[in-house]
């Protein structure tokens, strides 16, 4: 399964966007981009998938580039309540999670 | 409607004893996922039912491991002969479809602490 890079962490202001980035250079044809959170103490929550093209929820935008190499999600004004570990998986059969990006958001 | 939900919360055992955990997906979801989290680790993929079947069995980390789903519906993760290592949070997710076309809702977890 193809696998996806993050850093290890970011900070950001509050009522502040956020671009949190992901590579994933190896990704397949038929691979979707999914985002997933988990905040301390409970288990992941899904956030937005795509395929190739942008996506909008009420929750985040995930920008994907033209080569499908890399995505973004984008949280358009950060809350404390979105401080968590937000992880960049490939949809496959199977669900690789990494270790994600710690998202702190500061007051 | 009601959520995925697991059982025990939390789990306390002897080092060599059996454990089973249990997990109760949204109805209606045919795709069942089991992953283990280590204290301060990224989510560890352990195994998924499509049914009642579970194509891949590699990830499960030893033949002490092992998990099944009747009825389409409640999935048993057992662990025998439980060693130290074993100790952590293990999460089931479900899903209305495979191949990452759908979300997947997980639930609380169960705690297993093996001492």
């Known amino acids: 399964d193809a696998k996806t890079t993050q850093p290890n962490s970011m900070e950001s202001n509050e009522e502040e966007p956020v671009h949190l980035p992901c590579n994933h250079s190896t990704i397949s044809g038929t691979d979707y981009i999914h985002w997933y959170r988990q905040l301390p103490s409970q288990g992941p929550e899904y956030v937005i998938h795509g395929l190739t093209s942008n996506v909008n929820n009420r929750m985040a935008s995930l920008a994907i580039a033209e080569d499908r190499k890399s995505s973004t999600l984008i949280l358009h004004r950060a809350t404390l309540r979105d401080a968590a570990v937000y992880y960049c998986i490939l949809g496959g059969n199977q669900f690789y999670f990494g270790t994600g990006t710690s998202l702190t958001v500061i007051p | 409607g009601a959520g995925v939900s697991q059982s025990p919360s939390n789990k306390v055992t002897e080092k060599g004893k059996d454990v089973e955990l249990r997990c109760d997906p949204i109805s209606g979801h045919t795709a069942l996922y089991w992953y283990r989290q280590s204290l301060g680790q990224g989510l560890e993929f352990l195994i998924y039912?499509?049914?009642?079947?579970?194509?891949?069995k590699s990830g499960l980390p030893s033949d002490r491991f092992s998990a099944e789903r009747t009825g389409g519906s409640v999935s048993t993760l057992t662990i025998q002969r439980t060693q130290q290592e074993d100790s952590a949070v293990y999460l089931c997710?479900?899903?209305?479809?495979?191949?990452?076309?759908?979300?997947?809702?997980f639930g609380p977890g169960t705690r297993l602490t093996v001492t």
């Open positions: 039912f499509q049914g009642n079947s579970a194509p891949d």
């Open positions: 997710a479900s899903s209305s479809l495979l191949r990452g076309l759908s979300e997947q809702y």
